[in-house]
């Protein structure tokens, strides 16, 4: 009898979703952790590789050996990228964040692994990267793989998939919040809920639980404690704040011009020439100054003991500045945490001994580096509850937690006002994509031919001026489509032009055809292109409709226009408010039972029909043949309804349950199906 309870007990709570999350959250905190582990060991068996036997194998070069270990490192990489360039392109926190906004979309895994390698030999290799990216990476590539091995509904890969990247940051700077608001406002873009905290919480303290027990659990950075000075001397961390602003938006202009300069080269020069002749220079100037070399870690180090020179500090705050955007735009793997904190602790000492000279002042430097490294982290990634955060965790100390405050505000302020997006915006939108919140993202990738209306006018080329005029009187449409005997379009004609012609009318009306009087000069769309790229043409040519045509470019199957994207964007936000906001009744929704939203609106659950099963949501097209809105699909996986946020080419299952949304009369003639 105790058994039959304790087993109904057990039964019942791993059905319960709350449960659910906390093992998905701990699992995946774990195996991150794990991996975060075997990543940091990596990177230093690949430097004991690099440095210490490849060094000892070209003893002939003596101590220059360490110039070609760089570009090594580099050569290793480029061959890499030439093998397998799919898995190479996708790379950095971007990938995370476009798996995390697109809903659940999957990692590849080989792509996880090819990352992983390539980053622990550009890391270990002595080039001048963090290892927080490709960790980011790491961990929500693994989490991403895991969420789709167990086949967990859409909205879960996507929360576990930031909670990876966020406890891989947890797990490399062994900083736990600092992990959960990297997740929160690098890969969530600020959009969370009630149900993501407590998995990013629960996964980032597993990782970093696991990173202490292999890695230990003493602060990166050696340091005294810090004395900021009275609060009378505020200012002057306000000042640094600025001075790491401008430093922070002169990194990321810099990292995008050189983007684009390696874009060109790249087509004219082999990308192994190009980034073994970067790796030499990184190598020649780890000759001259050996902090430049790896993480930087050490070379902070140094700078908070105040072991390094004015000018040695100046060169090498040049050095990480120029050379990080070069083995990164030309290729390379890492990240820019670790750089961003380097640059922050040189300005940061600079800055304080400058004081100390021009002032006479004794202010404590010490407090200066610290704070400038969180303020130029914050500057350059857009992340400041996140940099305020990782110092802190990083550096346990409480001491200089104002001044650090106030600095990393400043900071990103004013790169905000600067820049207007981040440098992971930038790199988004070099691939296509423009977001400011994951809802803006799914909006924008809606294909055209999902909106576009195709109550189009045709208009022969050969036709005459008067039944050009009557058409246009009598149609609804301002814009003709000029097309020829096959029916390809040649061009358009607009009310403005007939107007133009109306005081010859009389001259004119027997000779002027279609052809004589159409504009040639058409911007067109193909159906498959996104509203992104519509609405990108929409800004360059300052025009209202645009022509959808096939994929030869020859026939016109519809137009769209700015308010047709404006009625799905209203559209698209009114059914995200509509899962926010119910999304606790729908999932007590039983069979074919309906909750009533407003006047005249209604959302079911219901078991699709026979006909519909099998069917692709893209077939079936539910807003034009049945006037409804999929919100969501309720999943029965071994009696625990999962919740699953459906894509166009999601195929329709026997079991499946329906939650729809429309007008009550259109819901109506569906539950009767």
Known sequence: MNKEIIKKFFSQTIRNDFTLNIIYAVATGIIVGLSAVLFHNSIEFFNELFFHQTASGLFFLGAAAVIIIPAIGMLIQSVMIFLSPEYASKKGVTEVIKAVALNGNRIPFRSTIFNFLASVISIGSGNTVGPEG???RLGGGIANKFAFVFKLPDNKKSILTAAGAGAAISAIFNTPIGGIFFALEIILLNEFSTTSVPILILSSISASAISRTFLGNESIFVFHSPNPGSYLYLYHYALLGVLAGIIS?????????????????LKKIPQW?????????????GYFYKYIFGIGYNGINQILSGSLTFQVVLILLVLK????PLILNSGGFGGIFAPSLFIGACSGYLYGSGLNYLLGNQ???????LVGMGAVLGGINFIPISAILIIFEMTKDYSFILPLMLAVVTSTMFVQLTLKKSIHERYLEQQGYRISTTRDIKFRLIPVKSVMRKDIVLISEDTLLPHLIKDLIESKQSVFYVVDKEGNLNGYISESELKELITEYESIRDILVARDISKNKIVTVLEDDTLDEVLKLFEIYDINEIPVISADKKKVLGTI???DIIAVYNKENLRAEIIEQLSFNLLKLEKVKRIKVFEGYSIIEKIPPQELIGKTLSQLDFRKNFGLEILMIKKDFSKNENIVFPHSNY???KDDKLILFGKDEDVDNFENL
């Not at 938006?249 to 080269?265: D, G, H, L």
């Not at 202010?363 to 580096?369: E, G, P």
Request: charged share 15%; hydrophobic share 55%.
């Open 249 to 265: 938006f002169a990194f990321v202009s810099y990292s995008n011009k050189t983007e684009k300069i390696f874009s060109r080269i």
């Open 273 to 285: 020439i190009v980034m073994t002749s970067i790796g030499l220079l990184v190598g020649i100037t």
């Open 321 to 324: 500045f120029i050379l990080v």
């Open 651 to 653: 195929v329709i299952e």
């Open 561 to 563: 226009s700015r308010n």
């Open 363 to 369: 202010f404590d430097v010490t407090a200066f580096v």
């Open 134 to 136: 490709p960790a980011a």
